[in-house]
């Protein structure tokens, strides 16, 4: 129990060590926002995000204290993990561990415990849901009723949670049919349903918004607040690369304990040496004459490393069925590397009880994938090691924003953006400042609803106005003409300065504030 313990106590510490670490990036600022302006949907996601924020309230424009309900969310997820891993047969505390260390740090295990995103409130629904499940399978059935409302919860985080469905369905199949003669799994489905409603009456009150967003973004249509376009048409060979790149982008994100998998899985290849056994106690033994050897491959019928025979479809179905899912969505559509995350938190204890006694390397190489974040999240807030600009995404996301920001409270006019992202970040370094996102000049977000910003209505406008933009040159406003223009270089190394001429060879950021004035004639 110590090790459990340990474990989670030692990713918790971190993650609140980098929380205070790392200034808040551009989604993040925008979830936050929605934090003080709480309701049962949004334009881009369902409300778990925005409850997951609320401590932001706690002090205005600190990235430590609005992470804290992420990082609570987080810790919660790991205790329930725990105690899954445990109840599918992982009785070797040891392994248990282990599995938690896999599945904590992961690429997606490090960055997602710290950073919050509507991931964190999907992985604490989706940890609950597999949780109560197995209880069901194991014979009490009516934990069918918490488990339909840990899936409830879940797509309050994120709608990808629909996914747990199709395998809750194939895990009772496989594992206790009979249950589908009870009424337990479908009061179960209707307590999801009934949990989640609030979402669905606040989106057929708002013209299915979110729904209708998500749908388009997951199959790579153009989704504005009303149009709905097709997706282009994919040609094979573009299908087969946009598979490949996608589950070699899955694989990355074990980072080094993927290598470690290689290394050591090549190894036992050539090992001809007899295995331990795979079973644990209280499970049926191999038979006679085959104990002590490893003779067919370990996730054949029967013979899954000690898992419980009731959880051992759940345990792979939760984790092959995601990462299948949105293989098919990348044959025909874009598909963002974090969509099927949900696998690692099965994947984890699957590859602890297979390699379990690999534990040296495994535990050496999540070590390294802790080290190896820890180094670049103290770049992205200094900026301080000497990386190529194209691994510079964190630092561009959340360097000079504090300074931009106060630079703008100076303004003699009200500020607006062009892009959701800049809008947010300067709303979370000054929460007072009723600074909105300008429509038509990129993607809509929810700004332009006037729920937690003030909506912008160009034809009425009467007064100037500063924009803050990173086009070189002042866009075309109907009405309006640019009369003042400022340039605002942030550099790695100096501190966020108005100037003429950049003062570093390659900025982070150069961005323009523009005045504009109605009817004005823009200035050359």
């Known amino acids: 129990m110590k090790w459990i313990i340990a474990v989670i106590a030692a990713l918790t510490a971190?993650?609140?060590?980098?929380?205070?670490?790392?200034?808040?990036t551009q989604d993040e600022a925008y979830y936050f926002d929605w934090a003080r302006h709480l309701?049962?949907?949004?334009?881009?996601?369902?409300p778990g995000v925005a409850l997951l924020g609320v401590t932001t309230w706690l002090e205005s424009g600190s990235a430590f204290a609005a992470r804290l309900g992420g990082i609570s969310a987080g810790l919660i997820t790991l205790l329930v993990l725990a105690r899954f891993y445990r109840r599918c047969g992982l009785s070797d505390a040891r392994d248990v561990a282990l599995a938690l260390l896999l599945a904590g740090t992961t690429l997606i295990g490090l960055i997602g415990g710290v950073i919050t995103t509507p991931d964190t409130a999907l992985m604490l629904g989706w940890a609950l849901a597999l949780h109560e499940s197995e209880r069901a399978l194991a014979g009490d059935r009516r934990r069918w009723l918490t488990a339909g409302a840990a899936i409830g919860l879940g797509l309050l985080g994120k709608y990808t949670m629909v996914l747990i469905g199709p395998v809750v369905l194939w895990a009772i199949v496989r594992s206790d049919w009979r249950a589908l003669r009870t009424v337990w799994p479908y009061l179960g489905a209707v307590l999801a349903l009934v949990v989640f409603a609030p979402n669905i009456i606040w989106n057929a009150n708002h013209d299915w918004l979110t729904m209708r967003f998500q749908l388009g973004h997951g199959l790579s249509t153009d989704v504005g607040v009303v149009a709905t376009l097709p997706p282009a048409a994919m040609a094979l060979g573009e299908r087969f690369a946009s598979v490949t790149g996608?589950?070699?982008?899955?694989?990355?994100?074990?980072?080094?304990?993927?290598?470690?998998?290689v290394v050591r899985l090549n190894s036992s290849f050539f090992d001809k040496s007899p295995q331990p056994p795979f079973f644990q106690r209280g499970e049926k033994e191999p038979p006679s004459g085959a104990k002590g050897t490893l003779e067919k491959p370990p996730f054949a019928k029967g013979r899954l490393g000690g898992f419980k025979r009731h959880a051992q479809p759940l345990l792979i179905t939760a984790t092959l069925f995601p990462l299948g899912f949105f293989a098919v969505i990348a044959s025909f559509s874009a598909v963002e590397a974090n969509w099927p995350a949900v696998y690692l938190l099965t994947a984890a204890p699957l590859l602890s009880a297979w390699l379990r006694n690999q534990r040296r390397w495994l535990i050496g190489a999540a070590l390294a994938n802790v080290l190896l974040v820890t180094l670049y999240a103290a770049h992205a807030a200094t900026g301080a090691l000497p990386l190529p600009d194209a691994l510079n995404r964190i630092l561009r996301e959340t360097h000079g924003f504090a300074e931009l920001a106060q630079i703008v409270s100076t303004l003699d006019a009200p500020v607006y953006a062009d892009r959701y992202q800049t809008t947010a970040l300067l709303r979370f370094y000054q929460p007072q400042q009723e600074i909105s996102q300008w429509p038509e000049l990129s993607r809509p977000s929810e700004y332009l609803r006037g729920e937690i910003a003030p909506?912008?209505?160009?034809?009425?406008?009467?007064?100037?106005?500063?924009?803050?933009?990173?086009?070189?040159?002042?866009?075309a406003l109907t009405g309006f003409g640019c009369t003042t223009a400022r340039q605002i270089?942030?550099?790695?190394?100096?501190?966020?300065?108005?100037?003429?001429?950049?003062?570093?060879s390659q900025p982070l950021h150069i961005w323009q504030l523009y005045r504009y004035e109605p009817s004005a004639i823009s200035v050359p």
Do not use: K
Not at 14 to 24: C, D, N, T
Not at 455 to 475: D, S
């Open 489 to 504: 270089f942030d550099c790695a190394t100096l501190p966020v300065q108005e100037a003429t001429v950049a003062p570093c």
């Open 39 to 46: 309701a049962w949907g949004y334009f881009d996601h369902p």
């Open 246 to 261: 996608y589950l070699a982008t899955q694989l990355a994100f074990w980072g080094l304990i993927a290598l470690a998998l």
């Open 14 to 24: 971190w993650r609140l060590s980098i929380a205070a670490l790392l200034p808040v």
């Open 455 to 475: 909506r912008v209505e160009p034809a009425t406008m009467q007064q100037p106005f500063w924009l803050v933009t990173r086009r070189m040159t002042p866009p």
